[in-house]
């Protein structure tokens, strides 16, 4: 009896240690392509470096395999059909409000400094809305500019013209400068371009090639807007559930450094986008001299400053923001 004792809880030990070593396989939806940037150079990479550890193994479903609609990623993650997800948080609007304060026009100038310091915003538990998730990668793109299908030389010419912007402080930004605001997932701008429904859109040069924007609106104002924010969301229950060595492993290649890679990947992007578009005999290209961006920031002060009335929130995150982005500037 004692030996079968003695046999049997080795077995159970045998089995557990199987059990805990056998890889957890994970989902994760990305809407877009398998080409794009920030699923190739990004997303992918990560998921492969958390899996070659064995210990959890993470499948990736470009092209909307699990679901092609961007409003519904994090629905599916929710619902348990993918367990995490490539998200735009402007899609479900309301639900992350603090991350607003990445749109506020004329204030960051580059990808990479506002990505960490989105990171950053995130890590000091500053962001509503994350509550229910695990979040291994928060950034932005780089400023958005002004594209249209007709020449805009002055901000004036901005008067009446139908852009589409995303979110709130980006529509407000827009009518700022005489603008009309059109709200409209970003995959269908090029076509309503075409159709004459859109006049132009608010862009970076990644997105202006990912839904080739950069095909019917050629003309390009170079003065800046705000960023968009970019996460993505894992469910917190299947996280939770993960075993120790398993969350150690997301741990390690989540968080801060993938912001940082995912900001180097984009700033590459951008310049060399920006070359290779003005290369074309094709495309307008007006940058605003001294004179024109002080109207355009005089014209975009007001934005901020209603936003920063709407909560009593917000003057401290807008004073964290332009802390983090100080540091970032500042080599730290």
């Known amino acids: 009896m004692y030996k079968r004792m003695i046999i049997a809880g080795v077995a159970l030990a045998i089995s557990a240690g199987a059990a805990e070593a056998q890889e957890k396989t994970l989902k994760l939806a990305f809407f877009a392509p398998p080409q794009d940037p920030t699923f190739k150079d990004v997303v992918k990479p990560w998921a492969d470096a958390v ?8 499948d990736t479903f470009p092209s909307g395999a699990l679901g092609r609609n961007p409003r519904l990623q994090l629905k599916m993650v929710l619902d348990g059909v993918a367990d995490m997800a490539w998200h735009v948080p402007a899609y479900t609007p309301g639900r992350f409000p603090d991350n607003a304060v990445m749109e506020l026009p004329n204030l960051i100038r580059d990808v990479k400094e506002s990505s960490i310091s989105f990171r950053r915003l995130h890590d000091r538990g500053l962001l509503r809305g994350y509550d229910k998730f695990y979040v291994p990668l928060l950034a932005t793109t780089h400023p958005y500019f002004i594209n249209t299908v007709k020449p805009v030389t002055k901000i004036a010419d901005l008067k009446g013209l139908k852009l589409r912007a995303g979110g709130p402080v980006a529509s407000a930004s827009m009518r700022a400068l005489g603008a009309v605001p059109v709200g409209m997932p970003i995959p269908a701008v090029a076509e309503n371009i075409s159709k004459g429904v859109l006049d132009g859109s608010a862009a970076e040069w990644n997105v202006m090639y990912a839904f080739r924007i950069v095909e019917v609106a050629k003309n390009h104002y170079m003065a800046r807007l705000g960023t968009v924010p970019l996460s993505v969301l894992f469910n917190r229950d299947v996280y939770d559930g993960l075993s120790a060595k398993a969350r150690a492993s997301l741990d390690k290649h989540s968080g801060l450094g993938l912001s940082k890679k995912f900001g180097e990947v984009h700033f590459a992007i951008q310049g060399d986008r920006l070359k290779r578009t003005q290369a074309s005999p094709d495309h307008k290209f007006v940058f605003p001299d001294a004179a024109a961006q002080k109207e355009w920031a005089s ?14 929130r917000n003057p401290k995150l807008l004073a964290a923001l332009k802390e983090e982005l100080a540091k970032v500037r500042a080599g730290n």
């Open 299 to 312: 014209r975009l002060e007001g934005v901020t400053e209603d936003w920063l009335k709407k909560d009593e």
């Open 51 to 58: 899996s070659a550890e064995g210990v959890v193994k993470i």
